[in-house]
């Protein structure tokens, strides 16, 4: 309790270092000045009906995603539903989701902005998904009597809610939720050491039933040309991945494009973040190594792409591309943690990613089944890039995602009850 109270005191420093941050970050300006007016646009909304009011919050457009097939099976008549964000990429991109009855940023996690959220949009359950956990929030909702849920748990044993220094801070947090509904037997192990009480539920994750959605809608976001040539697609990278990755490329492509058209391969460049700074640094390096490129806004259905490296300039569209690859290497395992594996995976391509996978119990499981490689620097990356040329079967991950679905249904059973 005591490290909470700090935490309380602490609230006006910082307020004021948000306002500080907001000034030089757009993100941080854009949901610190306009969180306010979206939920008062929310509340407005509510107030002209008698349904029970569900609060579902997803940090980003992944957790948005894993909230997805839980959404679209939730009976419209009896709740409406708010979704809220952190991010503006996500909210200014959702925002008029006809999925959701309304649209608003999560507010930042000082003690008067969770008081004004909660009050404002009043809800009968606040759902939230994976590890975006906030202590004001939660402890703010569990105050006025608001049932908190966390879905898609995903405390591993490295997360920051297990650490020596911050574990009486976390019971008290964690005291907050109602329910905790996680992926497996051995989150839930960890789980336990914060919440003592019986309402940890195994129900598995929905992030693998919208993979399997989008996977049987077969959208095609790329030319024809994508589909003659063998692709590495690069998915979800940051500033440390691509280290790495042009190390390899430089040693595997020693004539750039010339060496990509002579194999009829392509590669493919989606970066964690679309900013202005990542796609010129991508583009830099990419002419240092004698690659020419495409954005894919520029591309056009109708029109032949000629360049053999395309960089995506756009968010939402990563694990649609997967199906246009042969090889994936996910970034984020060399900073902090490898982002989603099961989206190649239900594409059957040969899969690799960064050491830093304690995150993730899915990328130890696919390494388990020798359907991925863990790599630790450029030799490895090197020798994983090579299985482009390489002919031979690799255990099939696609059954490791289908072998997981109907979690949605089993959280919502939770959820509604």
Known sequence: MFLYLIYLALSPLLWCLLFIGSIFNKKIRQNFFHAKSTIFAAKNKILKTDKSVLLFHAASSGEFEQLKPILTQIDRTKYFIVQSFTSPT????ENQNTTVDAVCYQPFDIIWLSNYFFKSINPKKYIITRHDIWPNHIMTASNMGVTCILINANIHKNSIWM??????????????FDFILTPSSDIKTNIEKLFSNNNIIITGDSRFDQIINRYNKNIKLLPDSFK?????IFGSIDYMDENIIFTALKELYTNGDKDLHDKQQKLIFVPHEVDTITINRLRKKLEKHLFTY?????????INNSANVLIIDKVGLLADLYKYSKVAYIGGGFSRGVHSVIEPAVYNVYIGFGPNIEMLNEAKELLNINSADKISNSKEMINFLNLINNDTEITIPQ???????????????????
């Open 90 to 93: 996500i909210y200014n991109k």
């Open 163 to 176: 650490r020596t220094y911050l574990k009486s801070i976390a019971k008290i947090i964690f005291r907050g």
């Open 228 to 232: 003659k040539s063998n692709n590495i």
């Open 294 to 302: 495409s954005l894919y806004s520029s591309l056009a259905d109708n």
């Open 399 to 417: 059954q490791f995602v289908f072998d997981k679905k109907n979690a949605a249904n089993k959280i919502l059973e939770v959820i509604i009850q």
